[in-house]
């Protein structure tokens, strides 16, 4: 039984044991804002950043681990599956990309806990493995270690890996996976609606989850727009609204353009499945 959350945070919420972490080798004035976002309400047990790139950040926020750049979204895929649980020390990790975060801190639910993973599920399934995207998701420290065991089938995207491929066998060790309407209050991504769920994940939430001003300034800071082509017509649509709306959708044109022209739409080293729900 779910238990229904206060409609507002009552000060900070604290969550010791759970520690936010992020990993990737582009866009990462975008991935630490997004970091930022997520602590801007929440005490984790800590904040760590995974990079080859140098940064300059507030240590005391968030701590940056060195690591070898990212040279695909496969390589993501194995360092997560492989190398995350080394660098965490709590008993749950919040793993979070650039386009996605905390967006309703309140509607945080204790019973989260509970599962060595959940994320926003994915609509495309209908056998009840379908929890769930990886981009935004919450799991256990025994879940990474189990990952890393001999039987258990690495492939990439990760999120697939672990809830799909393997999830009968993870199972099997007595993981426990959330079900899919408790996974749908933790994220939302292709399934649900923003607002409705503590944390999200995906591009096209963004111009709705942070403002288009926001948006749009995050945006111009990318040095990778792979993800933006799975769902440009739908974030043109959104940044074209308002005030200066159509020299924001002319910019974003003439940018696909460029991309498509050099071949450089790739997908970024942490897309996710979902965001290509077309090659599932």
Known sequence: MLV???TRSVG???LPEVTLCAVTSVNIAATIQSLERSLGEI???ACKLFTNRPVSIDPRKITVVPISRLESSAAYSDFLLSGLADHVETSHCLVTQ????VIAPHLWRPEFLAYDYIGASWPQFDDGHDVGNGGFSLRSKRLMEACREPQFRKS???D????RVNRTWLEGKGMRFAPRALADLFAVERAGELGSSFGYHGVWHMPRAIGVEAFWSLYRGLDDRGTIKHDFARILGEVGRGAGGLPRAIRMILDHVAD???????DDAHAGPAER????
């Open 43 to 45: 005490d984790f047990g």
């Open 4 to 6: 229904e959350p206060e």
């Open 156 to 158: 990439h995207p990760e």
């Open 160 to 163: 697939i890996a672990i809830g």
């Open 260 to 266: 498509r022209l050099r071949g450089s739409g790739r």
């Open 12 to 14: 900070r919420i604290a």
């Open 277 to 280: 729900p077309d090659e599932l």
């Open 98 to 101: 650039w386009d996605g975060h």
